[in-house]
Every structure is written in C-alpha cells, then in structure tokens.
C-alpha cells in the first residue's frame, strides 16, 4: 500500500519550557482545528510519537492508514484527555478496568474495552467488537485531544514497518507529505509504546503487549494474577512488529514462567479465551542490517560480542554495537559504529534510546549490529520484546 505524498505538512515546534505559554495555546487551536476537520496530526506522547485523527469520522481514520502503509485489519488505539469521554465510545467498563484507570491514567497503559457499536469509525476497531482505549500522559497531547472535541485514533506515527518514532523528526523522516501537521514537543519520554491489557472474568489481566507499566505493577493494583500471552496464544499483538516466526517469541515465551506471573496464571489463560493477535501475519521492524542480541554475564557477553565482531569484519560487514555505557569502552577499536543504551543501571533509559539507535543504524548503513540484552524486569520485558523482534529473533544466550 504505497501512499503518494499529496499533503501539505505544517510543523510546530512547541517545546518543553513553553509547554504552558502562548506557543502552546496558538499550536494547540491551529492542529486542534485540523483535527476536528477530519486531517492528520502527529503529537507527542509520554511513550512515542502519534498519528491523531478523530475516531468517529472513517475518511479520517482511512487517512491513518493511507499514510502509514498500514494493513487496515490492524486496530488502532484511541486516546481520550478524561474518564468522562469513554463512555460515549465504551459499552462497559469492569471493576478491574476501573481500578487499572484509577491507578494509571494518565499514563503508558491501553485498556481493551467493549466498544459501543456504532459508536466510532468501524475501521478504529478493525471490525472486531472492542475498543483499544488509553489517556497519555503528555500535556501538549491532553490539550489536543481535549481542543480538538474528537476521541483520537492515533498509531504509533512512523511508516509501517519503520521503529516508532521518539522525536518529531522521525515522523518527519517518515511522514512528512503524507499527513497534515507535527506538532514538535521535544523527545516523547518511555520510548516505547504503551503496556496493552484486557483484564477478565476473575479481577485477573492478561498483558497483550509488554511496555511502560509492568506485569508486577498490574497485579499489585488488581490484587489477582496477570498473565503474558504466551507464544502458543499469539504473543506480541502488534501486527507491525509482530513476529513472523516462533523464534521470535523467544523473549515472550521465557516470560510465561509462572514465577514471575503468579502460580494460577496458567490457569487464567485456560479458562479464559486468550486474546487473539490481530495481525500475526505481518512482519516486525527489521533494520536493513542484521541485528543479533547477545544475552548472559557481562564477561561472556563481551567475549562473545568480540568474536562475532572480528568474524564480521572478517567477511567485511560494515559493524555496529548497541551496549550499556559501562560496556563502550570494551569495543572502541572493534566495531564502525558504536551506540549507547545508556547506564545499566537504569533501562528507562535503555527503553527512550532503542528506537532512535535502530534508526541510526539503518542511517549509518551498518549491516550486521550486535544489541546487549538485558534483564526482562520491569520495563526490560517490553525491551526485549521488542529488541527480539527487531532482531528476527536471533538471541545469543551466553
Ligand atoms: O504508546 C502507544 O500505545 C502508542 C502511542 C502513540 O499512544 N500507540 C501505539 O499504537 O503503539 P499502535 O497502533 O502502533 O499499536 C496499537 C496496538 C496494536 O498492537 C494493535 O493490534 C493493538 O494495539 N490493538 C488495538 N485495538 C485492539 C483491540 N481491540 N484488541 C486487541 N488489540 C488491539
Ligand atoms: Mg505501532
């Protein structure tokens, strides 16, 4: 589906400091507008940046995935600024959805909902009869989404196929005469998208796809079982980083391990239905490159990063590496490029860096890259689920 570039776009440059002044409010009644008259504009979220148009109007939406090459059995989530907006769009709201609202909203978290049929554009939910809904921690989003009157239909903001983009000059790179406006607020905050759940008969959860809020984090609140959907039940929902293949899902299969869900979980995904993916079918975001993961002790890591390095050059690959900042100065000689996941100590970082560095490598031309993996606690699970999927599932565990 290749869209030809027919629109004019209109950049805004709002940035942190002036998030509350007149730049603001004359950015915000500008793309607000355009909004409401059914255009195309990308905004900043507290995860990645966003394609907005107004979910009820389908000339709209059809626009979302027109621009973004995007196979149209593939739902969109729809983002709302207050509690109140749902009820127009969402048939029924569970005790478990309420407290996961409660405690997370504003934020990194996208609840599947019955929908109200008729309620939006049919193409928003792919058909199916629920909704994807999340309120996004970002205050030049909020202000949109509240100016503009409409519930938001917004995709991840890069191409199809392409990371999700942190900064708006990678909806630019992207999107630029394919949609109507970007509005600029500097870089979006977790780096990765928003942790997808659908909650159950049993107060219980199942995670659909791994971000910002972690699996620990859902069960504290709900007081019952959060399970992960296993490789077996589709895994990754994402159909434009879905994994083609079971190896894949490596990552997410080692997930299910009932100690980190909760002895019953099991038992929660027999009984209950799990979600099924949308689009399995499709394939992830693989950088022109090869992308391996090397996963174990920091000293097997190195070694094994070295050797796969000097084999690489040997063949006479154009090299790169993707290293926690504590692990740079091991390969200043080894590989042509050299990117940082920032400190070890802290995989938030990690999370806002992995985007933009698998966009640079694509720049850099690199054609084999070696990514250190990390741990899958807390964020680190959505890291690697998506890490492992740029890299076709190819993990080195040493
Ligand atoms: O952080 C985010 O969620 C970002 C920002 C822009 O809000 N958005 C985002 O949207 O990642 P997108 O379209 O790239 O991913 C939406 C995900 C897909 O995996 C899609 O299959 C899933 O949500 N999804 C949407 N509606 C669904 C539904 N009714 N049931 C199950 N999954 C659904
Ligand atoms: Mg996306």
Request: net charge negative.
């Amino acid at each position: 589906m290749e869209s030809k570039k027919t629109r004019s776009t209109k950049l805004w440059a709002v940035q942190s400091s002036s998030f509350t002044g007149n730049n603001l409010a004359g950015t915000v009644a500008e793309a607000s507008a355009l909004l409401a008259n059914g255009k195309l504009v990308a905004f900043p979220t507290e995860t990645v940046y966003g394609l907005g148009a107004d979910a009820r109007n389908t000339g709209a939406v059809a626009g979302i995935f027109e621009a973004k090459g995007r196979p149209s059995d593939n739902p969109l989530i729809v983002h709302i600024a207050n509690r109140s907006e749902l009820d127009a769009f969402v048939a029924k709201v569970s005790e478990a959805d309420e407290k996961l609202m409660a405690a997370f909203w504003p934020g990194p978290l996208t609840l599947v909902l019955p929908v109200r049929p008729g309620a939006l554009s049919p193409k928003v939910t792919a058909g199916l009869d629920t909704v994807a809904v999340r309120m996004p921690d970002h205050p030049v989003a909020l202000e949109l989404i509240q100016a503009s009157g409409c519930p938001l239909a917004a995709p991840s903001a890069n191409r199809s196929g392409r990371p999700s983009p942190t900064l708006a000059s990678h909806v630019w790179e992207d999107l630029n005469g394919r949609i109507d406006g970007i509005v600029d607020g500097g870089p979006a905050g977790v780096g990765v998208e928003s942790t997808v759940v659908r909650t159950n008969a049993h107060s219980g959860a199942t995670v659909l796809r791994p971000g910002g809020i972690s699996v620990a984090e859902l069960s504290q609140v709900l007081g019952a079982p959060v399970s992960q959907v296993s490789a077996d039940h589709g895994a990754d929902i994402d159909p434009e980083t879905a994994a083609g293949d079971s190896a894949a899902l490596i990552g997410l299969s080692r997930m299910d391990r009932s100690s980190e869900l909760g002895d019953d979980s099991k038992e929660v995904i027999a009984t209950d239905e799990a979600p099924r993916s949308p689009g399995m079918k499709y394939t992830h975001y693989a950088p022109s490159g090869q992308l391996e993961i090397v996963l174990g002790s920091e000293q097997h890591v190195e070694k094994e990063i070295g050797e796969r390095l000097a084999a690489a050059r040997a063949r006479g690959e154009k090299t790169g590496v993707l290293v926690f900042d504590e692990h740079l100065a091991h390969y200043e000689k080894g590989p042509d490029v050299a990117l940082s996941l920032g400190s070890k100590h802290d995989l938030r970082e990690a999370a806002a860096r992995l985007y933009a560095a698998l966009r640079q490598f694509d720049e850099l031309g690199t054609t084999y890259m070696l990514a250190e993996g990390c741990s899958e606690e807390g964020i680190g699970l959505a890291i690697m689920n998506r890490m492992s999927k740029a890299a076709g599932g190819r993990i080195h565990r040493v």
